[in-house]
């Protein structure tokens, strides 16, 4: 679907996948204004189609087009984009254990010029691809690796956003991990590299030794789906969810001490997965028994539950395509 400034949102097609014919003086390729989501399509065990929570992933796509200076697509339009998609691909959608049609909404700046200011010409676009499960044979307990370098967001920047540029700017730190054993950044903030904030692709969840679940504050990590998701859960389940600032020190501290239990990411890729070892560049501590924790565990199977139709849907998260 395009967009102009004269016609609005216009000319919706569908297409064989194939490759973009961009000129070299496109925007997006020097000023990089582009955003994205990330969701899944999952067959339930009745054979039905369910998107989970689709209504967010448009509401957050409008939210990073704001902060892009992008021009916002309506929901309607948005999700009517998604469903056809998944229409078409339907018989590519596994069936069973934790596959799933993976679904990327993404704009950007295609307008031909030089200067530095927002487009006023931009493309639409979905792509999907099947997807097995995130971790192969079973959940595992991920390692961390705390950057000491990099962060990936500042206070007024575009944290917040699901834009190209944050991911770009995170590859480095990822790589980094990946060479130290890990499998995941972890990143503190910028002005004191202090507070953790999120991981590479993933927010987190620290489990107290009285139950309570603390998470940091939204503003410069990325509003994720699947946190809020957790949060409604843990909440509804009786443990307290604080939204605040948890530090690295206190995080070492809290595990050494035994107060921390459990720690665990959360995102649309692997759903729910605990965290069993921290390492940074003065050395690394585990996390309670190193694996997955009860309340991880019990948070995990609810989540994934209602995502594949086997638990009770009352907060009306799925979203059918018939
Ligand atoms: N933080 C970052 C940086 C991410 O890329 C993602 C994945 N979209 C998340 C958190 C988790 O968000 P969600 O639960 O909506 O997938």
């Not at 569908?14 to 390729?29: E, K, M």
């Not at 307990?141 to 575009?158: C, D, F, K, N």
């Not at 940091?216 to 990325?222: E, M």
Request: glycine share 12%.
């Amino acid at each position: 679907i395009k967009w102009s400034v004269d016609k609005g949102w216009h000319d919706a097609t569908v297409l064989a996948r194939g490759p973009f014919q961009l000129d070299p003086a496109c925007a997006v390729l020097h000023y990089a204004q582009e955003i994205f989501e990330g969701m899944k399509a999952y067959r339930t065990a009745d054979g039905a189609i369910t998107l989970f929570r689709p209504e967010e992933n448009a509401r957050r796509f409008n939210e990073s087009a704001e902060r892009m200076a992008m021009p916002v697509i309506p929901e309607e339009l948005f999700l009517a984009a998604i469903e056809e998609l998944v229409r078409i691909d339907a018989d590519w959608i596994p069936a069973g254990e934790g596959g799933s049609l993976y679904i990327r909404p993404f704009m950007f700046a295609s307008e031909v010029f030089l200067g530095v200011k927002p487009a006023s010409e931009y493309i639409f676009c979905v792509i999907a691809s099947p997807v097995g499960a995130y971790f192969k044979g079973g959940s595992k307990a991920i390692t961390l690796w705390v950057s000491e370098h990099y962060s990936r967001a500042a206070a007024g920047g575009t944290g917040a956003a699901k834009c190209g540029g944050n991911y770009a700017g995170s590859l480095v730190a990822q790589a980094e991990a990946i060479k130290n054993g890990c499998d995941q950044v972890v990143f503190l903030d910028a002005a004191e590299h202090r507070w953790v904030e999120e991981l590479g692709g993933m927010n987190i969840f620290f489990v107290m030794d009285d139950g309570s679940l603390i998470t940091p504050p939204l503003g410069t990590i990325l509003s994720g789906i699947t946190r809020n998701s957790i949060m409604e859960l843990a909440r509804a389940a009786g443990h307290d969810v604080r939204e605040e600032p948890y530090s690295f020190d206190q995080w070492q501290a809290d595990a050494r001490s035994g107060k921390l239990r459990e720690a665990f990411a959360c995102g649309t890729a692997a759903v729910v997965a605990g965290i069993g070892e921290v390492r940074h560049a003065g050395g690394s501590f585990a996390i309670g028994n190193s694996g997955d924790g009860p309340v991880t565990t019990a948070l995990r199977d609810q989540l994934v539950g209602i995502q594949r139709g086997n638990v009770a849907d009352d907060r009306k998260w799925l979203h059918g395509v018939a």
